[in-house]
Nanobody, 115 residues
Framework: QVQVVESGGGLVQPGGSLRLSCTAS????????MRWYRQAPGKQREWVAS???????GTADSVKGRFTISRDNAKNTMFLQMNSLKSEDTAVYYC?????????WGQGTQVTVSS
């Protein structure tokens, strides 16, 4: 059974940084395509970034140049390095693991950007 767990959220001031982590278990981590989404209050969930099994990355225009997605298969972990955070980055951040035409979501981690 696949389990996905996010961590690393918290409260940060505008201009600050946070690094989110996501682990996926139940299959070899290198077999998963991985994605980050976020959902702000009153808004729909939106895609933030993704990284393929082969390490090809993509990021949304809204975070390009500020957020970096990466993975360490030896540690079974994906990361989202978030720099120059803005108030509009406040949201619950979700990790999704894709394998064999199935999607597995974590419970989310809250990121709040506020002074």
């Amino acid at each position: 059974q696949v389990q996905v767990v996010e961590s690393g959220g918290g409260l940060v001031q505008p201009g600050g940084s946070l690094r989110l982590s996501c682990t996926a278990s139940g299959s070899p981590f290198s077999s998963f395509g991985m994605r980050w989404y976020r959902q702000a209050p009153g808004k729909q969930r939106e895609w933030v970034a993704s990284i393929t099994r082969g390490g090809i990355t993509g990021t949304a225009d809204s975070v390009k140049g500020r957020f970096t997605i990466s993975r360490d298969n030896a540690k079974n972990t994906m990361f989202l390095q978030m720099n120059s955070l803005k108030s509009e980055d406040t949201a619950v951040y979700y990790c999704r693991a894709d394998i064999a035409n199935s999607e597995y979501w974590g419970q989310g981690t809250q990121v709040t950007v506020s002074s």
